[in-house]
C-alpha cells in the first residue's frame, strides 16, 4: 500500500554493532531477492522466477582456485518456462544501517560483483544491484541499479541442445577469465571474472535448474533429495546422510495440513523475544514425491501450471499462526509455542 511502509523494530533497534553487520546482511539479501522476484515477475509474466544462491552454482563449473577471485554475484535469477530457454540475471545486494550515501557506495562497490559473472556476449548481461536502508528512525528503503542488456538467454543449438532436467547434473572446468572480443586488428584478450559461453549454455541451465531444485529439497529438510541434485564439486555428499521424510524412505520428520494443503518438511523451536517460537518450513506433499523420485520435469511442470492457484491467505486459525506458502510449493508457517501445564501431584494436591 502507498500510504504503509516498513520499518525496523524496537528490539531490532536495539543490537549490538556486531549483530547488525550479521542484520544488515540477511536483511539486504532478503529484501533484495523479493524485490528480485517481484520486479523479474512484472516483466515477464509468462514466465516462473527462481531464484539460487550463485556460488552453489559455480561451484559446478570453475575450480576451486578460480574461487580466490574475491568477486561474484550473491544470486542467480533464473527466469524460466517449460521446454525453453531459460534468461539467467546476476544479482548482487548488501545493506547498512547509515544514510543514503552509504547506499550509493554499496550499490558502486557490489556493481563489481555482477560485471564479474557474464552470460553470453560480452557486456551484454542483464544484472540487478540492490542496497537496503536499515536507519534506527524512519522507513526502511532498497535502493537498485538495473543493468540492461541483450544477453543472459541460454539458447541451445544442434551441437550443445538443452538436456532433461531429470538427467544428472555433470561438474566442469571453465577456465577463468571474461572472453573480450577482438579488435580487427588485433588478437582476442580477456580480463578476470566468469564467462558462460555458448557451448555451455545448455550446461548451465542444466545445473542451474537443478540447483534450484536442491534448494526446494532443502527447505524441507531431506538431505538424501538434496544431494541428488547437486554434482559432487557442489558437496553433495554433506548432504547424503541417509536422512529421509516418510514420503521417500523410511524415517518421518514432520508433516502439516496448512491451509487446506497437506505439507512435508521440518521443525524447529527457537526463542523470540523471549518466547518460545515453532517453524515450519516444508513442500506440498504430493511435489516432493516428485522431487524425492528425481523428476524434476514433472516438478517444474506442475508448479509452472499452478501459478496464481495457491492460497493468499497469510493466517491458518487450525495451525495457529501465520503461514507463507510460495509459487514453488514451499512453505514457511510459524506459531507460539504454549506452556502446559503439568498436572497436580499428590504432593502438591495434599
Not at 544477453?151 to 538427467?167: F, I, K, Q, T, V
Amino acid at each position: 500500500m502507498s500510504d504503509s511502509y516498513m520499518q525496523l523494530s524496537t528490539e531490532a533497534k536495539g543490537i549490538a554493532r556486531d549483530y547488525k553487520r550479521l542484520q544488515s546482511r540477511e536483511l539486504g539479501q532478503g529484501f533484495s531477492v523479493a524485490l528480485a522476484r517481484e520486479i523479474l515477475g512484472r516483466r515477464y509474466p509468462d514466465r516462473f522466477v527462481s531464484l539460487i544462491s550463485a556460488d552453489i552454482v559455480m561451484r559446478a563449473g570453475w575450480s576451486k582456485a578460480s574461487a580466490r577471485y574475491p568477486y561474484r554475484p550473491d544470486f542467480f535469477a533464473e527466469v524460466w518456462k517449460p521446454g525453453e530457454p531459460s534468461r539467467v540475471f546476476p544479482i548482487a545486494s548488501a545493506g547498512h544501517h547509515g544514510s543514503p550515501k552509504f547506499s550509493h557506495t554499496q550499490l558502486a562497490a557490489r556493481s563489481a560483483h555482477v560485471e564479474a559473472m557474464h552470460i553470453g556476449a560480452w557486456n551484454e548481461t542483464p544484472c540487478l544491484v540492490f542496497s537496503t536502508e536499515l536507519p534506527s528512525k524512519g522507513p526502511l528503503t532498497v535502493h537498485a541499479l538495473h543493468a540492461r542488456g541483450e544477453g543472459g538467454w541460454l539458447y541451445d543449438s544442434p551441437e550443445h541442445p538443452l538436456r532433461s532436467l531429470n538427467s544428472t547434473a555433470e561438474n566442469r572446468n571453465i577456465v577463468p577469465g571474461i572472453q573480450i572480443p577482438a579488435p580487427s586488428d588485433g588478437a582476442p584478450s580477456s580480463e578476470p571474472g566468469f564467462h558462460v559461453q555458448g557451448h555451455d549454455f545448455a550446461w548451465f541451465q542444466h545445473v542451474v535448474a537443478r540447483t534450484v531444485t536442491a534448494g526446494v529439497a532443502a527447505f524441507a529438510g531431506d538431505g538424501a533429495t538434496v544431494a541428488r541434485y547437486l554434482t559432487s564439486e557442489q558437496g553433495s555428499r554433506r548432504y547424503d546422510t541417509g536422512i529421509a521424510h516418510a514420503a521417500a524412505g523410511s524415517v518421518q520428520d514432520s508433516e502439516y495440513k496448512l491451509l487446506g494443503i497437506p505439507f512435508v518438511g521440518t521443525d524447529h523451536v527457537f526463542r523470540l523475544n523471549n518466547k518460545r517460537v515453532e517453524a515450519f518450513s516444508g513442500v506440498a506433499a504430493d511435489l516432493f514425491s516428485l522431487l524425492s523420485a528425481g523428476e524434476v520435469e514433472e516438478y517444474r511442470d506442475k508448479i509452472y501450471g499452478r501459478r496464481g492457484t495457491w492460497p493468499e491467505q497469510t493466517w491458518d486459525p487450525k495451525w495457529g499462526g501465520p503461514v507463507s506458502v510460495r509459487e514453488d510449493g514451499t512453505v514457511l508457517a510459524m506459531r507460539l509455542l504454549r506452556l502446559r501445564k503439568s498436572p497436580p501431584t499428590e504432593e502438591t494436591s495434599a
